[in-house]
């Protein structure tokens, strides 16, 4: 297996846009976990999936923020309009039940 | 919601010298875990707790759970430049919805040669 794997590796884009991560877990995986790192607030968990079901979205920062996983090997997170504040690197993660975690690559976002 | 508290933030440390990051969390875990991450990388497991108590040793890295499942520790014996990274622990709680991978903020390793 290719691991966690996560798209696009970089994104720059203007404030106001629609900005789409996306992530392949690792086939077998039956949770996701999608979390944004910065130096002030560190690894933050936004929402985790159970085969395939948001168990909790309570880390989701505001209405801006959406994911979803359509089936058990994608997921996306989209932020619509996307604001400067937003600028992270975004992990993407799956394991198989409280095994562990196994991450990608990240996704660098900068909004400018 | 699950909190997960990890001091200190920043350790710097001679070559050779040790290094202990502490790991305390607001509610009892069901197990604890540990990550590597490099500068520029992303977090990389290291190793999972799962008993009161437990005491699990990888090489130079002694890792502990507390008795209450409450809290943690990571010892590295004689620190070597390769150990240079950031040091998470990660707890989850004891399911409910409550079982998401929390992680504390980290703790950065700087090893001066």
């Known amino acids: 297996d290719a691991g966690v794997i996560q798209s696009p590796r970089h994104e720059v884009t203007e404030m106001g846009q629609e900005v789409t991560l996306r992530c392949k877990p690792i086939?077998?995986?039956?949770?996701l976990f999608w979390y944004r790192q910065t130096m002030m607030r560190g690894l933050e968990l936004l929402i985790y999936?159970?085969?395939?079901?948001?168990?909790?979205d309570s880390g989701m920062p505001e209405d801006r923020f959406s994911a979803k996983m359509p089936n058990a090997s994608f997921s996306t997170l989209k932020i619509q309009p996307s604001e400067p504040r937003d600028s992270a690197v975004y992990f993407c993660?799956?394991?198989?039940?409280?095994?562990?975690?196994?991450f990608g690559q990240g996704t660098r976002l900068t909004v400018v | 919601g699950q909190q997960v508290m990890q001091i200190p933030q920043y350790q710097h440390v001679q070559e050779g010298e040790d290094f202990t990051t502490y790991c305390n969390s607001s509610t009892t875990l069901s197990n604890i875990q540990w990550y590597k991450q490099r500068p520029g990388g992303h977090p990389v497991f290291l190793i999972q707790?799962?008993?009161?108590?437990e005491v699990k040793k990888q090489k130079r890295l002694t890792f502990q759970f507390g008795e209450a499942k409450k809290n943690s520790s990571l010892h590295i014996t004689a620190t070597q430049t390769t150990d240079v990274g950031t040091y998470f622990c990660a707890g989850r709680g004891s399911g409910g919805g409550a079982d998401g991978l929390t992680f504390g903020k980290g703790t950065h390793l700087i090893i001066q040669p």
């Open positions: 707790l799962v008993k009161s108590g």
């Open positions: 993660a799956s394991s198989f039940g409280w095994l562990e975690a196994f």
């Open positions: 086939s077998g995986h039956d949770y």
């Open positions: 999936f159970n085969n395939n079901v948001p168990i909790d």
